[in-house]
């Protein structure tokens, strides 16, 4: 019988990076040990998950001192900042080190950038990557129509996307590059039902019958009215909630930042989500979008690093198994933040959970309430000749900054960490101060206008 127990301190630093606080660092990595001036980080290609309940003390025994390290170490990053105050804590530093700050602000939508999430493959449909842009188009349409929680036919929501995709094309086909946004897709969808002038028809005669834009869009157009309706009112009921906001519809009309420089120089990318419902939509899309721009013009700054604070709460990045172990050969390392497992397997389905559960070589434990979380961690740690290394009762009591550490090829890990608050990275404090964000002007493509030419 093979039993477990605690990997001593002695051989955990063997396989972490020991780094002065007070000093620049080669690289990043999740403080998993600490001593004196002195932290230990796991600083590999390693992706990581880390669970704690609200109130478990994951900002500050995690990712706080994790963001600090990317500093320190010139990394680029993107972070799910709820509440924006990760920004506030290291926008000074960022801004002495001269980092391109990118700020989408989906909480009050009164600072930051503009971000047009159609911008991305308008570029690579008119530069040669026609086949990338569509895929990008496909998975836009995934988050906008997709619902984790419909119990209704997928029919609706599958062809109301590939509905949307065509549209998409067809905008990028004849509109300006400046009405190219959600609201003129929505816009065209109301506009070629309007008054029954036959706008559909005339649409998809003008099409060559091979083209993608013709196949995207005949699933809808060419159906029964009774069928197309349904459609149509699937599709107007999505993308609603991004088109009838006037302060969204303007942050997204256009982008203010490229995404074909974010892997060339350092950037910090703050996403402020707030209780938005639709931001951890835009999240997906804004990290979707981005695994492709560092796949296609490469990360030729250090390391990339993604850090998804309640990653159980957004909309499920499409393909994310092989999207995460593909991660590393273009030098993007991902830290995974949830609240406990069970809301994991209900974003990604249990036929996933263990799929996804393998793309993290660190599981990282600080507290739970949810009993089958509980369960799996005791499990996953073992059993010594006497029961459970640690049982459902010890990980529910667990310390303040006290940590259960899973990692591959090593036996369990109990550590306690130093919060944030107790390290003096001598960081700059003051704020970032960043601009208003201005109000843009919406332009629509107008069908009528064009067909009359």
């Given at each position: 019988?093979?039993?477990?127990?605690?990997?001593?301190?002695?051989?955990?630093?063997?396989?972490?990076?020991?780094?002065?606080?007070?000093?620049?660092?080669?690289?990043?990595?999740?403080?998993?040990?600490?001593?004196?001036?002195?932290?230990?980080?796991?600083?590999?290609?390693?992706?990581?998950?880390?669970?704690?309940?609200?109130?478990?003390?994951?900002?500050?025994?995690?990712?706080?001192?994790?963001?600090?390290?990317?500093?320190?170490?010139?990394?680029?990053?993107?972070?799910?900042?709820?509440?924006?105050?990760?920004?506030?804590?290291?926008?000074?530093?960022?801004?002495?080190?001269?980092?391109?700050?990118?700020?989408?602000?989906?909480?009050?939508?009164?600072?930051g950038n503009h971000y047009n999430v159609l911008d991305f493959p308008y570029y690579l449909y008119n530069n040669d990557e026609k086949?990338?842009?569509?895929?990008?188009?496909?998975?836009?349409?995934?988050?906008?129509?997709?619902?984790?929680?419909?119990?209704?036919?997928?029919?609706?929501?599958?062809?109301?996307?590939?509905?949307?995709?065509?549209?998409?094309?067809?905008?990028?086909?004849?509109?300006?590059?400046?009405?190219?946004?959600?609201?003129?897709?929505?816009?065209?969808?109301?506009?070629?039902?309007?008054?029954?002038?036959?706008?559909?028809?005339?649409?998809?005669?003008?099409?060559?019958?091979?083209?993608?834009?013709?196949?995207?869009?005949?699933?809808?157009?060419?159906?029964?009215?009774?069928?197309?309706?349904?459609?149509?009112?699937?599709?107007?009921?999505?993308?609603?909630?991004?088109?009838?906001?006037?302060?969204?519809?303007?942050?997204?009309?256009?982008?203010?930042?490229?995404?074909?420089?974010?892997?060339?120089?350092?950037?910090?990318?703050?996403?402020?989500?707030?209780?938005?419902?639709?931001?951890?939509?835009?999240?997906?899309?804004?990290v979707d979008e981005l695994f492709y721009s560092l796949d296609l013009f490469k990360n030729k700054n250090n390391r990339f690093n993604?850090?998804?604070?309640?990653?159980?709460?957004?909309?499920?990045?499409?393909?994310?198994?092989?999207?995460?172990?593909?991660?590393?050969?273009?030098?993007?390392?991902?830290?995974?933040?949830?609240?406990?497992?069970?809301?994991?397997?209900?974003?990604?389905?249990?036929?996933?959970?263990?799929?996804?559960?393998?793309?993290?070589?660190?599981?990282?434990?600080?507290?739970?309430?949810?009993?089958?979380?509980?369960?799996?961690?005791?499990?996953?740690?073992?059993?010594?000749?006497?029961?459970?290394?640690?049982?459902?009762?010890?990980?529910?009591?667990?310390?303040?900054?006290?940590?259960?550490?899973?990692?591959?090829?090593?036996?369990?890990?109990?550590?306690?960490?130093?919060?944030?608050?107790?390290?003096?990275?001598?960081?700059?404090?003051?704020?970032?101060?960043?601009?208003?964000?201005?109000?843009?002007?919406?332009?629509?493509?107008?069908?009528?206008?064009?067909?009359?030419?």
């Open positions: 019988m093979f039993y477990s127990k605690w990997t001593s301190e002695k051989d955990l630093k063997k396989y972490l990076t020991e780094v002065e606080i007070g000093f620049e660092m080669q690289k990043s990595g999740i403080q998993m040990l600490s001593e004196g001036n002195k932290i230990y980080i796991k600083d590999d290609e390693s992706h990581s998950l880390v669970i704690g309940s609200a109130g478990s003390g994951k900002t500050q025994a995690v990712v706080l001192p994790l963001v600090r390290t990317i500093i320190k170490s010139n990394e680029s990053f993107l972070i799910n900042d709820v509440k924006g105050e990760i920004m506030n804590k290291v926008g000074g530093e960022l801004k002495k080190r001269g980092y391109n700050i990118i700020v989408l602000d989906y909480a009050n939508l009164k600072i086949d990338k842009a569509i895929e990008i188009l496909e998975n836009i349409a995934y988050y906008i129509m997709h619902d984790i929680d419909s119990t209704s036919d997928p029919f609706w929501e599958k062809t109301a996307g590939d509905y949307f995709v065509g549209l998409a094309l067809y905008l990028f086909d004849n509109a300006k590059s400046e009405e190219i946004n959600l609201n003129s897709i929505f816009n065209l969808s109301n506009d070629i039902f309007k008054d029954e002038k036959g706008y559909d028809k005339l649409i998809m005669n003008s099409l060559d019958k091979s083209s993608s834009t013709y196949q995207f869009l005949s699933g809808t157009l060419f159906s029964p009215k009774e069928t197309s309706g349904g459609i149509i009112a699937t599709f107007s009921q999505k993308i609603k909630g991004f088109v009838t906001r006037e302060k969204l519809s303007s942050m997204m009309a256009t982008s203010d930042f490229d995404f074909k420089n974010i892997g060339n120089e350092k950037t910090a990318i703050f996403v402020i989500t707030g209780t938005a419902n639709y931001a951890n939509d835009l999240v997906s899309i804004l993604l850090i998804l604070d309640e990653f159980d709460s957004m909309k499920p990045i499409k393909d994310f198994y092989n999207r995460i172990n593909y991660a590393r050969g273009n030098n993007i390392k991902i830290t995974a933040l949830i609240k406990d497992l069970t809301n994991l397997n209900i974003v990604y389905g249990t036929n996933y959970k263990d799929l996804i559960r393998m793309c993290f070589n660190n599981i990282i434990y600080l507290l739970a309430n949810d009993l089958y979380t509980l369960e799996e961690i005791s499990k996953l740690c073992g059993d010594t000749e006497k029961g459970p290394l640690i049982s459902i009762q010890e990980l529910k009591t667990l310390d303040n900054f006290e940590e259960v550490i899973l990692m591959t090829r090593m036996y369990p890990v109990r550590t306690k960490v130093l919060p944030d608050y107790k390290i003096n990275w001598n960081f700059d404090n003051s704020e970032l101060g960043f601009n208003n964000l201005e109000k843009n002007q919406i332009n629509l493509f107008d069908i009528e206008k064009f067909l009359k030419k």
